[in-house]
């Protein structure tokens, strides 16, 4: 899951040739959904599930709710973000902007709506999934909100320094989706365990960079350092390689060490050269947007993959 | 895992999720007044649930111990939480200090320490009871601690709610939804709470009071969503009644009715010369040399603070309080500084004399030495200083109107004031003829109307030169306004003399003829009402004066003797 990933611009005149023969209010009310799931980012929400999925697969869990709650708090942080960030994004996502003002009473109501239930649905797990599950909100006080800035000068949005930004995305996403799972199950920590978090956490890392290429102009305006801000798109893009090759490196070591099994290590693998080659695509592509949600589907590829690999569908 | 599957655990699950929500609403409310309290508040409610939540899947003794010990600190965050939301949400944040709330905080956490180290001591024990029905471990708490920890938890409910009742009875929609939320929000957890420790509800195994939370859940999400706490909030309100008291110009003291004054503000300290602390608790009677005479002749009476040189005079004004049935809870007295009007005063006074006094003896003089001679010299010297004369009595009458209008004035019938003014001009003016329209009913205005009726028909008879001269004078009393008006069918006002008149000033190049029509515009002005001038047909001016009759007679200050 990455912070910023946006949407691709709607073509209404695409639209008017193929619902022609549709009532009007239908047309109207699939507008409206679409853009709900895309200007909330509610997409991510399946895929932050199929992400929880990923893992119970690898460390082979049982299913619990924790796909559920993860599910629940993607939307309630990635909706309570837009809202947080509804005037910054004028400038770089005017419609997504303009959206969210719209409704920003009602996604307000189901951010928090969401949030609560998954605060509730987690005690289930006890203590620690409970811990788990508030680790997104209370990173994201400190990571998008301004809160961390009234204590005093010296602190600022996290959003706004360099590497830490995406970092603390990446690992609260990380510890969500690896811990939540293993804290529903009970189940103790394993350097599978382990591997599976640095896939994650690296992964997250680089996903949330991609977007920060097209909205460098954006970030720029409101004071927030990217690496593409800091280091160019060029330096952005070899960042990027050097991160996914690396990954690669740890991923084979864990194979050759035994730690992770080969049709994981596969999947993986075939993920991560997936992801090369949408690296390489930064700062090259016409559709930026398109390219950021490219990168999070990465993660319907490896549980696919997984899916054959591992139970041979 | 959680084995229980009952109401009241799905109730507990329930209360997380809403307090959870609402809180999350309330934090991105910040800094709106009370978001970060209410913040607190359902923080504290939601680990209370989530606490028994936990202890009853802990599966052993020991474990409900512990989460029951544990959720004490949700507890004991509740009612700190209250009171610091009811005092910044209605606008009484200035005791919220760093002092304040650590000395709020004081018994919570000694709560919270008994509670964790309640095996050493019996101040507040929490020890296993005997098994639920289902299973589950009941635990029992008490201890002359936990006494103690209720009593300050009722007693904190009870002052935060205080503030908050006062809202049920306002104006604002908003805000009356807003307090009936939040009453029903915190009433509803700690009704249950006192039936639960007076034994009325039976214990099932949990305590009800975070069951309870979901219904005060619902409550401030109501409050928060449905009345817009966040989005119209009263706390303005009270902060600028005081921000109002403090600043405005004219001293105020309020006394209760035995003469003590429970407030006093800034400029009313300074006036008095006294520290507005040390004010407070005093008898008013020691520090105002005020006497009975407000009350018995209603006459304006000025207080002289000061020595010779530098006195100052203020008008005393006081205002009756009552309660809701009529009975009367004090006075506020309002202290206005009339020094620079008393010595305008005195220069009236001064000039009235000249005006009145000196021009008429020097022109009497004058029209001494006229009469010694003869001839078209002498007649125009005669009528010349006859003119003087007139003038000079305009101006006395202005200086008395002003004087009218603002000291407290005498009175007349309005039929009886223009039957007096027509028969005035009837004399002066034989050869007019005068009409006169008395009112359907008649009322009570201002003796100084007369100036202005004097002047209104002296003006339409001396510039009438037709040939038979006509002049009416009616009035009528309608909406709240007593109406004269003056009709001649002479040549009609003349258009420079009325954009002067609009004007409001005259200059050395635009000015009119005399002082008549000043005196009419400034006459009905300064007894807050207007003139008006319209054509009348086929010729001459209908002029109307209009004067409200509304008069409050504020002079009935008699503090009670003790």
């Known amino acids: 899951m990455a912070s910023k990933t946006n949407e691709p611009p709607v073509t209404t005149d695409h639209h008017v040739r193929w619902h022609a023969g549709i009532p009007a209010s239908v047309v109207d009310a699939g507008h409206r959904i679409k853009d709900v799931l895309t200007y909330s980012s509610a997409y991510l929400v399946f895929i932050a599930m199929v992400e929880v999925l990923t893992v119970h697969l690898v460390l082979s869990l049982p299913l619990n709710p924790a796909s559920v709650v993860v599910g629940l708090v993607t939307f309630a942080v990635y909706a309570g973000d837009r809202i947080a960030d509804a005037e910054d994004d004028e400038l770089s996502s005017p419609e997504r902007s303009a959206f969210v003002t719209r409704h920003r009473r009602l996604l307000s109501m189901l951010t928090a709506g969401t949030y609560g239930l998954a605060i509730a649905l987690s005690i289930t797990g006890g203590p620690l999934a409970l811990g788990i599950t508030l680790l997104p909100g209370a990173f994201w006080i400190l990571y998008a909100s301004e809160w961390l800035p009234t204590l005093g000068s010296y602190f600022k949005r996290l959003k706004r320094i360099l590497v830490v930004n995406s970092a603390i995305v990446a690992l609260a996403w990380a510890i969500a989706v690896v811990g939540l799972p293993m804290a529903f199950a009970e189940a103790s920590v394993t350097p599978l365990a382990g591997v599976v978090f640095v896939y994650l956490f690296v992964d997250t890392f680089v996903n949330t960079e991609i977007p920060n290429v097209r909205d460098v102009a954006a970030d720029e305006a409101v004071g927030v350092s990217t690496i593409p801000v800091v280091f160019g798109i060029q330096r952005t893009r070899h960042v990027l390689y050097g991160l996914d090759l690396s990954l690669i490196a740890f991923v084979g070591a864990a194979l050759a060490s035994g730690v992770v099994s080969t049709p994981v290590a596969a999947a993986i693998l075939l993920g991560l050269g997936y992801a090369l080659v949408l690296a390489w695509f930064v700062g090259r592509s016409a559709a930026p947007g398109r390219l950021a949600i490219a990168g999070e589907a990465k993660h319907l590829v490896v549980f696919a993959l997984l899916l054959v690999f591992t139970t041979g569908l | ?562």
């Open chain 2, 1 to 562: 895992m959680l084995a229980s599957s009952s109401i009241a655990v799905l109730l507990l699950f329930g209360s997380v999720a809403i307090g959870s929500s609402a809180a999350i609403l309330a934090w991105r409310n910040r800094p709106e007044p009370g978001a970060s309290p209410l913040v607190w508040l359902l923080i504290g409610q939601s680990w209370w649930s989530t606490c028994i939540i936990f202890g009853l899947s802990a599966g052993d003794p020991a474990g409900v111990v512990r989460w029951t010990k544990a959720g004490w600190v949700g507890v004991m965050i509740v009612p700190v939480a209250w009171i610091l939301f009811a005092l910044e949400y209605t606008g009484r944040d200035q005791y919220i200090t760093r002092r304040n709330v650590a000395l709020l905080a004081v018994v919570p956490a000694l709560t919270v320490v008994f509670a964790v180290t309640t095996p050493y001591h019996d101040a507040l024990y929490i020890q296993q009871a005997g098994v639920a029905p289902d299973g589950t471990a009941v635990v029992e708490q008490g201890g002359l601690w936990y006494a103690v920890a209720a009593g300050y938890t009722y007693l904190l409910g009870v002052l935060g709610i205080l503030p908050i009742l006062g809202l049920l009875s306002s104006g604002a929609t908003a805000f009356r939804g807003q307090s009936a939320a939040l009453l029903v929000g915190i009433l509803t957890p700690w009704t249950t709470n006192i039936l639960y420790n007076l034994g009325v509800l039976s214990p099932v195994g949990i305590d009800p009071t975070p069951v309870a939370f979901a219904v005060s859940g619902v409550a401030y999400l109501g409050a928060i969503d449905r009345f817009r706490m966040f989005g119209a909030n009263p706390a303005p309100t009270w902060r600028a009644k005081e921000f109002l008291f403090d600043h405005i110009h004219e001293g105020a003291i309020v006394v209760d009715g035995h003469d003590t004054i429970v407030e006093i503000n800034r400029t009313g300290a300074d006036i008095l010369g006294i520290d507005a602390d040390r004010a407070l608790g005093a008898s008013a009677s020691s520090l105002l040399p005020l006497d009975d005479r407000l009350e018995t002749d209603g006459g304006r009476d000025f207080l002289t603070i000061g020595t010779e040189a530098t006195s100052q005079s203020y008008d005393v004004t006081a205002t009756e309080l009552t309660d809701r049935h009529g009975e009367t809870l004090g006075h506020v007295l309002t202290l206005h500084n009339v020094t620079q009007y008393l010595q305008q005063q005195q220069r009236l006074r001064v000039l009235n004399r000249v005006l009145r006094h000196n021009i008429r003896t020097e022109a009497n003089i004058i029209q001494g030495y006229a009469e010694r001679t003869t001839g078209a010299t002498a007649e125009t010297i005669t009528q010349r200083t006859m003119r003087i004369v007139e003038i000079s009595e305009k101006g006395r009458d202005a200086i008395e109107l002003f004087e009218d209008a603002v000291s407290d004035r005498d009175t007349v019938s309005l039929a009886a004031l223009v039957d007096r003014s027509l028969d005035d001009a009837a004399e002066a003016f034989p050869g007019v003829a005068f009409e006169a329209e008395p009112p359907d009913a008649d009322v009570v205005v201002p003796d100084a109307l007369s100036v202005v009726v004097n002047n209104l028909i002296e003006n339409a008879a001396a510039h009438n030169d037709g040939e038979q001269r006509r002049v009416r004078v009616g009035a009528a009393v309608d909406d709240g306004d007593a109406r004269v008006w003056v009709a001649d069918n002479g040549p009609g006002i003349d258009d420079y003399e009325l954009n002067v008149l609009n004007a409001g000033t005259e200059t050395a190049l635009q000015h009119g003829s005399g002082l008549g029509l000043w005196l009419v515009k400034w006459g009905t002005e300064l007894l807050g009402g207007s003139v008006s001038f319209e054509p009348n047909e086929p010729t001459g001016t209908v002029v109307t004066a209009t004067i409200p009759l509304e008069r409050v007679d504020r002079r009935s200050y008699a503090p009670r003797r003790r």
